[in-house]
């Protein structure tokens, strides 16, 4: 049970850090919080498809480099 109430204030933690900084964001760029917090979770969810999606094409280009490099 401690372990979950130690991820629980981690999470609230880390929530309180991004909150500050969008906030920070906002304000020197003259957007609204919103508009802000929107645009960071488009590109959150952008990077992690690339990830994903890199993760999947990476053996593949691997295999193929190291193939290329031992012909040479």
Known sequence: ??????EGYSANSEMRY?????????????KS????????MENTARLQEMI????EAQ?????KGSSSREDK
């Open 59 to 63: 053996p593949s280009r691997r295999g």
């Open 1 to 6: 049970m401690e372990g979950e109430d130690d």
């Open 52 to 55: 994903i999606g890199g993760q």
């Open 18 to 30: 991004i909150a500050l900084e969008l906030m920070k964001l906002a304000q020197k760029s003259g």
């Open 33 to 40: 919080f919103e508009q802000v917090a929107s645009e960071y």
